[in-house]
C-alpha cells in the first residue's frame, strides 16, 4: 500500500472547489494534475468533456476492470462552518463526490504502484447530479473502446458509521426521474376573479391530484413516491396568477412502475387542463436507470469482506435513491456499495460532513478487493 499521500488535504482541496454538471473544469484540472504526477509507465489518459478516463495496464491484461466516481457538486450553499468550505458561491460537495474522488486517487495510486495482473479503468465521471453523465460516457468512443469486463463504485452513507459498508444483490437504488409543469392561464385583478383563470388554485388542485398516483395506480406491493418540491406561482398579492410552475421527482422500483407514473401524470395534467382552461407543458427532465447490482459480482465482493477485512457488512434493503451510475451497471455486470462515513446530516443537506476517517478505510479496503480481484484470473 502506497504511503505518505495526504488523502485528507486532497478532499478538503476538491470540497472546496465544486463545479456543477458539466461545469467541473477546476476539478478536471485538480484531478489530471494529480494523475500526471503518478509513474507514467503503464498509464494512459483520455478526458472527456469535464471527465476523464485513466487506463492502468496490468501484468497480463485478461480483463479491464472499472472503477467510477462522479465528481460534480450540488447547488446548495453550503452551512458547514468548516475551514476549508466551497469557494463557489451557491455550490456545494453535498452528496460526497469529494470523497469519491479522493478515494479513487488513493486506489489508482495504490494500483498504479503495485501492479495487478489485470488492467483497469478509472473513470471520473461530470455531471452524476444533473443533466446525467454516465448515460452518454458509457456511449462515447472511448468507453466503446475501453469497455470494462466489470464495474464498480461506491457511494457515501451519512447514516452508517465508519468501518461499515452496506450492500446487496440485485436492486439497489430505484428509477428516478425529475419532474416540471409549467401551468398558463389568465391572470388579473383579485376584485374580479370571474375574469380569470388562477393559476395558483390550479397548481394547488395538481399537487393534490399527483398524490393519489402511488395510493390508487401502483401496486400496493411495489414502491413509488412523487414529490412536489418546489412551487412558484404569482406576482404580488392582490393580483390573480397569470402561470405557475411545480418542480419535483418521481422514483420507483421498477422501471414499468415509472412509465405507469408518467402515463398518469400526462393524464391527470390534461384534466387540470380542461377543468381550469389552461395550458399546461411537461417536461421530465433527467431520468435515471435504476442501480441492479449483478448477483454473482456482488456476492464474491461480499464474501472478500466477510473472510478478509475488518470492514463490518450489512446486507442492506434497495433505497429510493437515484445514481446514474445504474446506466452503467445496465451493459456492464458489476455493483455499486454504501460506505459509512457518519453524519448526523443526510446526503443534500448543507451540513453534511463525513468523516474523513472513511478515506482511508475506503482506499485500503477497495485495494484489497482489486489485488484479490484482479490477481485471479
Known sequence: ????????????????????????????????????????????????????????????????????????????????????????????????????????????????????????????????????????????????????????????????????????????????????????????????????????????????????????????LDSAVVTIGKITGGTVQNVIAESARLEGTMRTLSAESMTKVKDRVKALVKGIEAGYECECTIDFGSGYYQVYNEEAATKEFMDFIRQNTTIELIECKEAMTGEDFGYMLKEIPGFMFWLGVHSPYGLHHSKLNPDEDALQTAITMITSYLQFKGNNN
Open 1 to 220: 500500500m502506497v504511503a505518505n499521500t495526504d488523502y485528507v488535504q486532497i478532499r478538503r482541496e476538491l470540497h472546496q472547489i465544486p463545479e456543477l454538471g458539466f461545469q467541473e473544469f477546476k476539478t478536471q484540472t485538480y484531478l489530471l494534475n494529480y494523475i500526471h504526477a503518478l509513474p507514467s509507465e503503464r498509464i494512459e489518459i483520455k478526458t472527456w468533456k469535464t471527465g476523464i478516463f485513466v487506463k492502468v495496464k496490468g501484468r497480463k491484461s485478461a480483463r479491464l476492470i472499472g472503477y467510477r466516481a462522479d465528481i460534480d457538486g450540488l447547488p446548495i450553499t453550503e452551512e458547514t462552518g468548516l475551514p476549508f468550505s466551497s469557494s463557489h458561491e451557491q455550490a456545494m460537495h453535498a452528496c460526497g463526490h469529494d470523497f469519491h474522488m479522493t478515494i479513487a486517487l488513493g486506489v489508482l495510486t495504490n494500483i498504479v504502484e503495485i501492479p495487478i495482473d489485470d488492467d483497469m479503468l478509472f473513470i471520473f465521471q461530470p455531471a452524476e447530479e444533473g443533466p446525467g453523465g454516465a448515460e452518454p460516457m458509457l456511449k462515447s468512443d472511448i468507453m466503446q473502446e475501453w469497455m470494462p469486463d466489470m464495474i464498480m463504485a461506491l457511494h457515501v452513507a451519512p447514516e452508517y458509521p465508519v468501518g461499515t459498508i452496506a450492500v446487496k444483490p440485485g436492486l439497489l437504488f430505484a428509477n428516478t426521474s425529475e419532474l416540471f409543469i409549467d401551468l398558463k392561464g389568465k391572470g388579473g385583478h383579485a376584485a374580479y376573479p370571474h375574469q380569470t383563470n388562477d393559476m395558483v388554485v390550479a397548481a394547488c388542485s395538481l399537487v393534490t391530484q399527483l398524490q393519489s398516483i402511488v395510493a390508487r395506480n401502483i401496486d400496493p
